[in-house]
């Protein structure tokens, strides 16, 4: 029993001795591993730099991000200062991060325009080519056949061959224009608009006969290109000279402070054959003598003949004030000049229209005989200048025509808003201008056409397509126009008629003839094609008041 206690007290004392303060420790068990020398304070902390340790690769990384940061916040050349040991202008309380941005420039291809003419880089193109150039069309050379638009000067169809031309590409001159623009065709086409007028030689007698049976009217004589005219008594006419005309003088003009003047209107054919013709309404370009008319001399003519050195209307006294002090254009501040005299200016207006619609209306059959030859007769479009003359009982009487009327202000610098105006106008009613984003005139997707132009633009006559006899046959005439008898050429004209209605600007429609001018007419005596057009217009105009 002894031996015994003596056994437990041994073992209970050995477990007190591994135990201090209350906290057991195990015996360390014997290792037969060498014993590790410990490790001092200074050495853990410099491992923590040791970038060969997961730990002091962090602590790199993090001391390079704040360092590099911490350079950043610093004003300009503090780092310099610093170094040099100068204060700081300034502190920096929060990092300044600049971004560099990186511009992507993109080349968008755009349609292009050529010119052809003696001299196309001129002033006198200035204005075409800024309103081209505003639009989204780029200029290129006559050297490659990748154009859209050929801006022709010049009378382009006997130097350059525009048969072959693609569909979309677009000519702003219709093939035999001459008939029209020409001094002796048009002076000596029998309209009552146009004073009477004689070729030389061939029609002398006629001449003759003429003045005899109107005796006291006076003649000039003109010759058939250029400006040379002049009051002339019979004796003094040469009857000999090949390149002249004579044509009967309007001896009591319509004066404005004491000058007589003419007035030019801009007009655009856009189709010939069905023929469709505009106005520019925006403005009309007024060109006064220099000298009064008073008293009467024919040696001088500047009293009777517009130059280049015409007085324009803001020099005229009794129009400054409506066209300087008011804003008014030319044709606004003579219409209210005449209201101002108790006459209806609207008088004038509607002889101007008729007398441009019955002389184009005219000529349309020789302008579609030369157009067959072409292969798409819609590459083309018209814009010329007529110019007119007014008596002193408002009687309109049509003198001219111009081909390529003059678009340069350089002689007269407040016309540039004119012309560009009319230019605009122009390209916008033809196409040339639009505003669906686009590399060439070549048509658009399906989609992009539909949106443009749908069939329901092109529909009339909603309730007579819908009955008998137009659900059985397409043959009776008033079935024409129903949607499901319109065939491919049809639908296209009817489709570009739509859009230049809808894109028309300041252009007004004097062909077909709007509504109020219907009676000036013989809607019989129209084409096929013209008698078409107008009856679709009409159609359009029992729903839509602005086809009227």
């Given at each position: 029993?002894?031996?015994?206690?003596?056994?437990?007290?041994?073992?209970?004392?050995?477990?007190?001795?591994?135990?201090?303060?209350?906290?057991?420790?195990?015996?360390?068990?014997?290792?037969?591993?060498?014993?590790?020398?410990?490790?001092t304070?200074?050495?853990?902390?410099?491992?923590?730099?040791?970038?060969?340790?997961?730990?002091?690769?962090?602590?790199?990384?993090?001391?390079?991000?704040?360092?590099?940061?911490?350079?950043?916040?610093?004003?300009?050349?503090?780092?310099?200062?610093?170094?040099?040991?100068?204060?700081?202008a300034?502190?920096?309380?929060?990092?300044?991060?600049?971004?560099?941005?990186?511009?992507?420039?993109?080349?968008?291809?755009?349609?292009?325009?050529?010119?052809?003419?003696?001299?196309?880089?001129?002033?006198?193109?200035?204005?075409?080519h800024n309103?081209?150039?505003?639009?989204?069309?780029?200029?290129?050379?006559?050297?490659?056949?990748?154009?859209?638009?050929?801006?022709?000067?010049?009378?382009?169809?006997?130097?350059?061959?525009l048969?072959?031309?693609?569909?979309?590409?677009?000519?702003?001159?219709?093939?035999?224009s001459?008939?029209?623009?020409?001094?002796?065709?048009?002076?000596?086409t029998?309209?009552?608009?146009?004073?009477?007028?004689?070729?030389?030689?061939v029609?002398?007698?006629?001449?003759?006969?003429?003045?005899?049976?109107?005796?006291?009217?006076?003649?000039?004589?003109?010759?058939?290109?250029?400006?040379?005219?002049?009051?002339?008594?019979?004796?003094?006419?040469?009857f000999?000279?090949?390149?002249?005309?004579?044509?009967?003088?309007?001896?009591d003009?319509?004066l404005?402070?004491?000058?007589?003047?003419?007035i030019?209107?801009?007009?655009?054919?856009?189709?010939?054959?069905?023929?469709?013709?505009?106005?520019?309404?925006?403005?009309?370009?007024?060109?006064?003598?220099?000298?009064?008319?008073?008293?009467?001399?024919?040696?001088?003519?500047d009293?009777?003949?517009?130059?280049?050195?015409?007085?324009?209307?803001?020099?005229?006294?009794?129009?400054?004030?409506?066209?300087?002090?008011?804003?008014?254009?030319?044709?606004?501040?003579?219409?209210?000049?005449?209201?101002s005299?108790?006459?209806?200016p609207?008088?004038?207006?509607?002889?101007?229209?008729?007398?441009?619609?019955?002389?184009?209306?005219?000529?349309e059959?020789?302008?579609?005989?030369?157009?067959s030859?072409?292969?798409?007769?819609?590459?083309?479009?018209?814009?010329?200048?007529?110019?007119?003359?007014?008596?002193?009982?408002?009687?309109?009487?049509?003198?001219?025509?111009?081909?390529?009327?003059?678009?340069?202000?350089?002689?007269?610098?407040?016309?540039?808003?004119?012309?560009?105006?009319?230019?605009?106008?122009?390209?916008?009613?033809?196409?040339?201008?639009?505003?669906?984003?686009r590399?060439?005139?070549?048509?658009?997707?399906?989609?992009?056409?539909?949106?443009?132009?749908?069939?329901?633009?092109?529909?009339?006559?909603?309730n007579?397509?819908?009955?008998?006899?137009?659900?059985?046959?397409?043959?009776?005439?008033?079935?024409?126009?129903?949607?499901?008898?319109?065939?491919?050429?049809?639908?296209?004209?009817?489709?570009?008629?739509?859009?230049e209605?809808?894109?028309?600007?300041?252009?007004?429609?004097?062909?077909?003839?709007?509504?109020?001018?219907?009676?000036?007419?013989?809607?019989?005596?129209?084409?096929?094609?013209?008698?078409?057009?107008?009856?679709?217009?009409?159609?359009?105009?029992?729903t839509?008041?602005?086809?009227c």
């Open positions: 029993m002894t031996d015994k206690r003596k056994e437990v007290t041994k073992k209970t004392d050995d477990h007190r001795s591994n135990t201090e303060d209350g906290i057991k420790t195990r015996p360390a068990k014997p290792s037969t591993a060498p014993m590790q020398p410990k490790r304070v200074e050495e853990d902390r410099g491992s923590f730099f040791d970038l060969r340790t997961t730990t002091g690769q962090i602590l790199f990384i993090t001391v390079t991000v704040t360092a590099v940061t911490l350079v950043q916040c610093l004003p300009k050349d503090a780092l310099k200062a610093l170094l040099n040991l100068q204060p700081l300034k502190e920096c309380p929060h990092p300044e991060v600049q971004f560099v941005e990186r511009q992507i420039v993109a080349h968008e291809t755009r349609p292009k325009y050529w010119v052809f003419g003696r001299n196309p880089t001129g002033s006198h193109l200035l204005h075409v309103v081209l150039q505003r639009i989204g069309v780029d200029q290129t050379s006559n050297e490659t056949t990748d154009w859209d638009l050929l801006w022709a000067h010049d009378y382009p169809f006997r130097k350059v061959n048969q072959r031309t693609k569909r979309h590409q677009l000519v702003n001159h219709f093939p035999g001459g008939y029209i623009t020409n001094k002796v065709d048009l002076s000596t029998k309209l009552k608009y146009i004073p009477a007028a004689f070729k030389l030689p029609e002398t007698d006629q001449f003759r006969e003429y003045a005899a049976a109107n005796g006291g009217k006076q003649f000039v004589q003109k010759n058939n290109q250029h400006r040379h005219i002049q009051i002339k008594d019979i004796d003094e006419i040469d000999t000279n090949n390149e002249t005309f004579v044509q009967e003088f309007i001896d003009p319509l404005v402070d004491g000058y007589k003047f003419d030019g209107v801009y007009t655009v054919i856009t189709s010939i054959d069905p023929l469709r013709v505009y106005i520019y309404k925006g403005d009309i370009l007024f060109r006064y003598c220099p000298v009064p008319y008073y008293p009467f001399n024919a040696s001088d003519v009293k009777y003949i517009v130059g280049d050195d015409y007085l324009p209307t803001w020099e005229v006294p009794s129009l400054k004030q409506y066209y300087t002090k008011h804003g008014f254009g030319m044709k606004d501040s003579f219409d209210a000049y005449i209201r005299t108790g006459r209806d609207h008088t004038i207006w509607e002889q101007v229209e008729d007398a441009i619609r019955l002389l184009i209306l005219k000529k059959s020789l302008l579609a005989g030369l157009l030859r072409y292969a798409h007769k819609r590459n083309f479009f018209e814009m010329m200048r007529f110019d007119l003359v007014v008596d002193n009982k408002l009687r309109v009487y049509l003198m001219e025509a111009n081909m390529s009327p003059n678009l340069s202000s350089a002689h007269f610098k407040p016309n540039r808003l004119l012309y560009e105006q009319v230019i605009y106008n122009l390209f916008q009613l033809v196409g040339v201008g639009s505003s669906i984003r590399d060439s005139f070549r048509k658009q997707s399906p989609d992009t056409e539909a949106m443009l132009t749908a069939l329901k633009n092109l529909a009339t006559a909603a007579q397509c819908a009955e008998v006899p137009c659900t059985e046959s397409c043959a009776p005439v008033e079935c024409q126009l129903c949607s499901t008898c319109l065939e491919e050429n049809d639908r296209d004209d009817l489709q570009r008629a739509y859009r209605h809808m894109n028309r600007g300041d252009m007004k429609r004097i062909f077909p003839v709007p509504k109020a001018d219907q009676v000036r007419v013989n809607y019989e005596s129209l084409s096929a094609k013209n008698q078409f057009m107008t009856k679709w217009f009409e159609e359009k105009c029992k839509d008041q602005s086809y």
